[in-house]
Structures are given as C-alpha cells and as structure tokens.
C-alpha cells in the first residue's frame, strides 16, 4: 500500500532566539519562538510593537544589525532539496535568496524607496540583481509589474520618483519589487499601517490576489486582529518575544484562549459605546485580571455635560484653499487644485467634531487652516465670534495659546535634540505663562503625570520613549497652554490597537477635566464614532455628509460614506466579538 508522504512545509523556525548585545550584556527581543508556514499559506504573526515580530521576520533573512547573537534554525526548502538553515548561510549565499525566494515588503514605503531613482529604476534594479535579462526587457517586465498592482499609467511611474506618488501608491510599487521575482515567501511586515481604510483595503486585496495567482506563502506582520480576519489562514500571537498562542483565524477570533489575544480584541474601539473605557492590555495581564468584571460588563458612560445652549467656538463660514495647478504665458493662473472647497460648519462648546475621509480628501488642509498654519484662500474662520483670518501677527501669536494641534506623527513632532522637559517648557516660556521657571517647570511635570508619565521622564530625549509614550508627550505640550480648542490630526492611526485604546481613554479622561472643544481627524470611522459627538464626512475638498456620530456610522446617507464603513478590516468577521463585551 502506497503512503504518500506529507509535503514538509516551506518554512520551518525552530526555538529562534534571538538577543542583542550591548556593552556587554546580553538583551533578549525573541526567546525559543517555533514556527511553519506550509507552501500557499497565509500565516499572520501579532503583537503590539516590541514583541519580536519585525525582529524574528529580518532574522529570516539576516538583516539584523551586527550585535544581533542569533541561535536555533529556520529551515527553508527552496527546492526539493534538503533545506537551508537561512541564520547560518553565508553572506553570498543569503543575498542569493533575498528577493529571489524570499522577498519582504517593509512597514514604511516613504523611507523604503530610494528618493533619487525613479521607481521603475529601483524595481528594474531588484530585477537584474537575480536575472540575467537587458535593461529594455527588465524595464517592460516592471511595467508589468506595475500594471499586475493595479497602478494608474504604469508606463509614466516607471519613470517618476517616489515622492510624486502617494503613501498606496509607493507600497504598491514595494509590491512589484516584492514579487518581480516571483519568490516562494513573501514576508509583508505592516503593509498597510497607517494608511487609508480604502487604500488598505485594496493593497490586503491585492496581496491575497498576488499569493493565488503566484502560489506564495506569505507571513503578515500586524498588530490589527481586524487585518488578520481579512487575509489569514492561521494567527500566531507574540507578546514580549514569546509565542503565547496560535491557530487557525477562526479560532483565534472566536474563541481566543490567552488573556493577552483576549486583550488585542478586547481594544478596538468598534462596537464600544461612546465614552465606555476601553479596556487594555494591563486589565487583562494584571495581578487577578484574567477576565475582570469591570471589562465584560456593560458600562454606562457619564455623558459630557454640555449647558443647554452651548455656544459656538469655532464656525467655518465658506472656507477655501486653492493651490495654483496651471498658469499661462503671462503668469497668471488657468486652473487650482480645490484642497478646501467652500466648506461650511460649526463647533460648540465641549463638543468633540469628527472629521474622516480619505488622504488627499482636505481633512488635515482644512485643520491648519483653521489653526493659520497655512493661508486661506477666501472664506472666515471665525473663534468665539473673531474671524483670526484677519489678525495680524501679533494678535495671531495670542490667539494661538486658546488653539491647540497633535500631529499624526510623534516621532516627528519633538525635536531630538532637546528633552521632553524642555518641548512642554518651550510653549510657557514663548507665552511667557506663569512667573518664573520653578512654577513652569512644576506645571510641566504635572502635565507629564497627567498623561501617565512621571517626573523621572522630565530630562529624557525623545529616542528613549515608544511611539504611544511620545503621543502623549505631545498631548501634555498642546494641553501647557490650557487651550479652549484642540485639533487632533490623526493622532492615533500609527499606534498599536492596544496602545491606540490607551491614548483614546486619555483624551476622554483630559476633556473631562479641562473641557476643551475638539476636531478630532482620522480616516477611521470606528475609531471617530467612538471619540466623537458628531461626524463630518469629507471628499474630495467638500463636506458631504454630518449628522450624529451613531447615525453617520450605523446608517450613513452617502455612497461614499458606505463604502469608508466597508473598507473597516474585519468589520464582518469581528462583529461578534467587537471588544469581548
């Protein structure tokens, strides 16, 4: 009787630790972590940023920096033939393997694509690295290429430079350059973090649709159960360099069996009631949190009290910012770009505005523009009854203590160079608020410790925090100058689900206290529905639709708002289990 044998999986990763040496000692990122990936399968690995996943995928293929000490196996069979032990091949050897049979797409495609070639150069280059074909052929295969990932007019972005493409479009490109080659393994570490609910859409759409059509595996790095419920075939769950649990999607989402997975779900904000805590991670992993009650039960929130007839902050009274697109042989302009497009609206007092749509749709020009971080082209923007487009400097300077702004990026936000002491401080001494430094320096620290740091962290550099700790660094600077109205720019779209809930309960906690009038931007409608008294929702220069926050979300008007809501990864697989509540 013939027994076929079992295909041996195409990835094997056996007791993988991984520990970085510094000065002297010895710091462990990935502990005894085992793995496999069977060939045409789609395995996500998940965790919060600092649980091995980057780490362990850029071990595969020997990126890691020189003090990396990396012991156990992963076994990769590139053919038939006995595998590789991919950690411990020689440097000829792995660049041989690298793009050919095991490509990766990285986190970041701004800083992944070399600014001063063209696209198609650099994706022509990866070609003819593995390929002995001419240039002319490497240049039509890119095309190809480009035509496969679904880029408008292929043949003029082979030729144009990263920065004439949008945040979609270059990791589309990082696509093609993934699979020009057409490797076994495709290894897609946070594809989509941070883009457009519509845009990740369609790049998790076109990684599955490439996988079919080439036979790859791919391992997907995210921190986004919802993601997961998209594209996997089975979830391997990390938390602090460990495997704690893994199995098949279905099973992971339905019926998770570790507190820490438990949590990951327990964070995202779907289905939460507006202003209910969000649970995080410490509720769960704590001393006696394996399910605590306070989670799982239904909490009623303390309703924002707002005075009977609220007045009106900020109203926007036919607002437009035009840039010239094209002008004539006398200099004078045929045609603008609409960024704001007659956009009329108004905030009252205490109440938190949720503005969502697309990149490129007007949402963060419309924000500093109110601010006069940027100049309107006509309209008035109007701050308890004073239209500041019409102050001048000076006036402008103290106007701007009452409004406020957190930008999307922290990392970019502080200045490296100078502490998170002195980034809080900087704001009291240019308004020269307070009487004298001890008092500044007494109201610093208080802030720090209002968004859950500490003194300690008064004299540490910004390169010292996560992500999620530098947000709210920059929430205890924009909060120095008590303002009465605060922008919030995207202020969570990068950061981990679990850390996301954190920030987001701290916004709640702080408007409690303060009472400050908010815009709150994102592109994500669960997360706005949440923080949000009302939505508007913006296309293409113009507000199209605002109503309630519930009935924006749960029964929206315009086609255009239907399928934002569509595009929310795992909005159907996840229903049942929005928040574990």
């Not at 003819?128 to 890119?142: P, Y």
């Not at 779907?270 to 410490?282: D, F, M």
């Not at 592109?523 to 309630?548: F, P, Q």
């Amino acid at each position: 009787m013939n027994v076929s044998t079992p295909m041996p999986p195409l990835l094997s990763i056996q007791n993988l630790t991984v520990q970085f040496r510094n000065e002297g000692q010895l710091s462990t990122a990935v502990q005894n972590f085992s793995m496999e990936v069977k060939k045409g399968e789609t395995v996500a690995i998940v965790g919060e940023s600092g649980s091995g996943k980057s780490v362990t995928s850029l071990s595969l293929l020997q990126l890691l920096s020189g003090n990396a000490v990396i012991t156990g196996k992963t076994l990769f069979h590139r053919t038939e033939r006995q595998p590789v032990n991919l950690v411990k091949l020689p440097p000829q050897t792995i660049n041989r393997i690298r793009g050919k049979d095991i490509a990766m797409i990285f986190q970041e495609p701004m800083t992944s694509l070399n600014p001063v070639f063209t696209c198609g150069h650099q994706v022509i280059e990866a070609i003819r690295a593995h390929e002995n074909i001419s240039a002319a052929d490497a240049k039509r295969r890119a095309i190809g290429l480009f035509r496969k990932v679904r880029l408008p007019d292929p043949e003029s972005i082979v030729d144009r430079y990263p920065h004439e493409l949008s945040g979609g479009q270059k990791q589309r490109v990082m696509i093609a350059m993934a699979i020009s080659c057409n490797p076994s393994l495709l290894i897609a570490d946070e594809p989509t973090t941070a883009l457009d609910v519509t845009v990740q859409k369609t790049i998790l759409e076109l990684i599955k649709e490439l996988q079919v059509q080439n036979k790859m595996s791919v391992i997907l790095i995210t921190h986004d159960l919802g993601v997961v419920a998209d594209i996997a075939d089975r979830v391997v769950v990390m938390y602090k360099g460990t495997l704690v649990e893994q199995g098949t999607t279905a099973a992971i989402l339905q019926n998770p069996q570790q507190p820490y997975t438990r949590a990951l779900l327990a964070c995202r904000p779907a289905g939460k009631t507006k202003g209910e805590r969000l649970p995080v991670v410490s509720d769960f992993l704590g001393a006696g949190a394996e399910r605590p009650a306070s989670v799982f039960q239904t909490i009623t929130p303390t309703p924002a009290v707002l005075p009977d007839t609220p007045d009106i902050v900020l109203e926007v009274d036919h607002l437009k910012v035009y840039y010239p697109l094209k002008k004539n042989l006398f200099g004078k302009t045929r045609d603008y770009f609409r960024a704001v497009d007659d956009v009329s609206f108004v905030v009252k007092q205490g109440e938190t505005l949720g503005l969502v749509g697309e990149s490129g749709c007007g949402k963060t020009t419309l924000g500093r523009a109110i601010l006069q971080l940027i100049p309107a082209t006509s309209g008035k923007i109007l701050v308890n009854g004073n239209d500041i487009t019409q102050l001048h400097a000076v006036a402008l300077r103290k106007m701007r203590q009452n409004l406020q702004i957190v930008f999307q990026d922290p990392y970019g936000s502080l200045n490296p160079r100078i502490t998170i002491g002195d980034a809080i401080l900087e704001p009291l001494n240019v308004h020269d608020i307070l009487d004298n430094k001890k008092a500044r320096k007494e109201k610093a620290i208080e802030l720090l410790e209002k968004v859950n740091l500490s003194a300690d962290h008064f004299h540490r550099y910004p390169h010292q925090f996560s992500g999620g700790q530098r947000q709210r660094i920059c929430i205890a600077r924009a909060l120095a100058m008590n303002p009465s109205f605060l922008i919030f720019d995207e202020s969570v779209s990068a950061l981990d689900v679990s850390v996301q809930a954190q920030v987001l309960n701290l916004l709640n906690d702080l408007k409690k206290e303060f009472g400050f009038t908010a815009i709150f931007i994102s592109h994500d409608l669960s997360v706005v529905r949440y923080i949000s008294d009302r939505i508007a929702v913006m296309h293409k220069g113009k507000i199209i639709e605002m109503d309630t926050a519930e009935k924006v979300y749960n029964t929206p008007a315009q086609e255009y708002t239907q399928q934002l809501l569509a595009a929310i990864p795992g909005r159907k697989q996840l229903n049942l289990h929005n928040g574990w509540s």
